[in-house]
């Protein structure tokens, strides 16, 4: 089993930033991506950003040049930093880390954007 805890959600103005946690404790081996999905309300959940055991990167477009995935692996976790937002940023940001194959989700956290 594997446990995920996301922090650093909350509001903040548009053209700010913001960076999300994730921190992983259990039984972590064979990582075969870390992702961050962010769903807002009234829409699907929707990719935001993966890193995989290689360390290779994809994001969606609508973040792309604004949001950073990176990970720590000393310290099992791993961070969404998010810059220049926008209001349509507003969403339930969650993290998901798939292990041996079996994805594991994170409770999620709130990121609010204002114009």
């Known amino acids: 089993q594997v446990q995920l805890v996301e922090s650093g959600g909350g509001l903040v103005q548009a053209g700010g930033s913001l960076r999300l946690s994730c921190a992983a404790s259990g039984s972590i081996f064979s990582i075969n991506a870390m992702v961050w999905y962010r769903q807002a309300p009234g829409k699907q959940r929707e990719l935001v950003a993966v890193i995989n055991s290689g360390g290779r990167k994809n994001y969606a477009d609508s973040v792309k040049g604004r949001f950073t995935i990176s990970r720590d692996n000393a310290k099992n976790t791993v961070y969404l930093q998010m810059n220049s937002l926008k209001p349509e940023d507003t969403a339930v940001y969650f993290c998901?880390?798939?292990?041996?194959?079996?994805?594991?989700w994170g409770q999620g956290t709130q990121v609010t954007v204002s114009s």
């Open positions: 998901n880390w798939v292990v041996a194959g079996v994805a594991y």
